[in-house]
């Protein structure tokens, strides 16, 4: 300042001082020299000093305001705008440049500038905003769109801002703010991405998903529940419908222990198997894979599962158990009949021997008499333990259905009491078989035997036969049997029916409903039927009576 004042230059300085009570002040100094055009020299310095403490002090925070600003505006990806839409003028914050990947000199301070880095298909939504406020009234509005970054990314801004009207109701000025939402957006759109895959897969899951409280509140449930259980989701969320009313009577106290132990044991998970009723009443079987929710205390906080309608698979697993037990009891039929046939063939060789070496007769013609029937009796067990273990089609030949029930119904008429009214429906033209009479004989009587007797003495047995045919779903055989042409040999009776655990069992050698068994019956009918290469059905319900068809392959 000196050197200035010496060379005859004007100064303005600002300095600070202590007054005598030794606060600190800001002065601004104006001093002007004084020049001798004589001696050439400056002589003298005249000036005047002002107080501007309290300016400095406020600049101060104006300055501290503004790096709070460019902070707080750089965390959170925040600029601020002004168009001046009547000169077209543009304030840009130099933070939203920067956002772009620009210097700020390298975007011009008018809005055709700006525009050229929005995206193609944003413009329109951004120059309409002043178009959608003609009402003269200052309104705040907000918008997405995207920006296109220096080197070619696409980001996404959220813009909120306020439309300014002059005197005349024209739009003159719009400001307002941009926010850098790229991240947000990206983490939406993956969220929306991921809710549609599962959404997608749920809506394709044959199965249901729940989460409910210790309580039994359903918390979420989703995904086939209205075809498994008859009712809708909302049904179980709004708790119009609680778990013991959905689970069968008859297993309930099957699950309560270990429903006590998800509530009560951290980290314990089941597999469950039960029946459930649903909304019509029908029975379904389902599979549950259940576990407990723990919370930050490692306590039960709430249970998930997911359950699959387990019937299908259940009866598969029933039929391949049931086979099962058929051919292992057919294994050890056919063992026990060998070895019995064997003993057999020695009693009745010497029995023939006897009679040969003996008179005519004697005392003992009688007893003799007996044991060969009762060798005869056992002869014909042992060929039905041989006919239930597939051991063979003895005499094999080719007929037609109605040509074998011509002449076996007249031998078989026996089995049926005479109270008993018979009716036959028996085509003519029904297609060939190829089988052994006697077995199917044997397999004929069997039937209307049961048949009769399970009417106790009175009613109607309809017997009906007709040609069928196996191909891909058609009905409940086809995986039964091999697809093509069939025979179907129908009995049905109007008697007392049976119970699921009989239907089970019906099959079973020796067993029987009756006080006193008679030998193999339906164990021989079903060995003889499987040996031709058909199955054997029965549909039967306690009072309701018996259909027992029996599927014999046809000659092509």
Not at 355 to 361: G, H, K, R
Request: hydrophobic share 35%.
């Amino acid at each position: 300042a000196k050197c200035r004042i010496l060379s005859n230059q004007r100064n303005i300085s600002e300095y600070r001082i202590f007054t005598r009570e030794g606060v600190e002040r800001w002065i601004r100094d104006y001093s002007q020299p004084v020049w001798d055009h004589q001696k050439k020299r400056v002589v003298s310095v005249i000036g005047a000093v002002r107080d501007i403490t309290e300016s400095k002090q406020a600049d101060a925070i104006i300055q501290q305001t503004k790096q709070r600003y460019e902070l707080a505006a750089s965390a959170g990806q925040v600029s601020v705008w002004d168009w001046n839409t009547e000169t077209n003028e543009l304030f840009i914050d130099p933070g939203l440049k920067r956002m772009l990947g620009y210097q700020a000199r390298e975007i011009e301070s008018h809005i055709e500038a700006w525009i050229k880095f929005a995206h193609p298909d944003d413009v329109d939504k951004i120059l309409n905003i002043a178009k959608q406020h003609q009402d003269c009234e200052s309104k705040t509005y907000e918008v997405s769109h995207r920006m296109i970054h220096k080197t070619g990314d696409t980001l996404w801004f959220l813009a909120r801002g306020t439309v300014m009207f002059d005197k005349v109701g024209k739009v003159c000025r719009m400001i307002g703010t941009h926010t850098n939402i790229t991240e947000r957006v990206r983490v939406e759109t993956a969220l929306q991405e991921s809710e549609a895959r599962y959404r997608s897969f749920m809506n394709q899951f044959n199965g249901i998903v729940f989460r409910c409280s210790l309580s039994g509140g359903v918390e979420f449930v989703h995904g086939s529940v209205k075809n498994i259980t008859g009712y809708t989701e909302a049904e179980f969320v709004e708790r119009r419908i609680h778990f013991k009313q959905l689970v069968h009577p008859d297993d309930f106290a099957s699950i309560v222990e270990s429903s006590k132990r998800l509530r009560n044991v951290p980290h314990f998970a089941a597999i469950r198997e039960y029946r459930i009723l649903q909304k019509d009443g029908q029975v379904r079987w389902i599979k549950e894979f259940i576990q407990n929710v723990c919370d930050h205390t490692g306590s039960p906080a709430a249970i998930q599962a997911i359950v699959y309608d387990h019937t299908d698979r259940k009866a598969i697993e029933d039929k391949l158990q049931q086979d099962q037990i058929f051919k292992a009891i057919a294994s050890l039929a056919g063992g026990v009949a060998h070895e019995f046939n064997n003993a057999l063939v020695g009693i009745t060789g010497n029995l023939e021997l006897m009679v040969m070496e003996m008179a005519d007769e004697t005392p003992y013609t009688a007893y003799l008499k007996s044991i060969k029937s009762s060798a005869q009796r056992m002869s014909a067990l042992t060929n039905q333990l041989l006919a239930y273990a597939r051991g063979g089609k003895y005499q094999a030949q080719t007929l037609t259905i109605d040509e074998l029930l011509k002449h076996t119904l007249p031998l078989t008429m026996h089995a049926i009491n005479p109270t008993v009214r018979l009716e036959t429906d028996v085509p003519t033209g029904c297609a060939s078989i190829e089988c052994d009479p006697i077995q199917l004989q044997m397999v004929l009587s069997a039937l209307l035997s049961n048949a009769s007797e399970a009417m106790d003495g009175k009613g109607r047995i309809r017997l009906q036969v007709r040609n069928t045919r196996i191909e891909g779903q058609s009905n409940d055989y086809s995986e039964k049997l091999a697809h093509g042409p069939y025979v179907c040999l129908t009995v049905k009776d109007e008697g007392k029916g049976m119970d699921a655990d009989t239907r089970k069992r019906i099959f079973e050698p020796f067993f029987t409903t009756k006080m006193q068994g008679r030998g193999l019956s339906m164990a021989a009918v079903y060995g003889i039927v499987k040996n031709h290469g058909g199955d054997i059905t029965i549909d039967s319900k306690l009072s309701q009576g018996t259909t027992v068809s029996v599927y014999l392959p046809a000659i092509r």
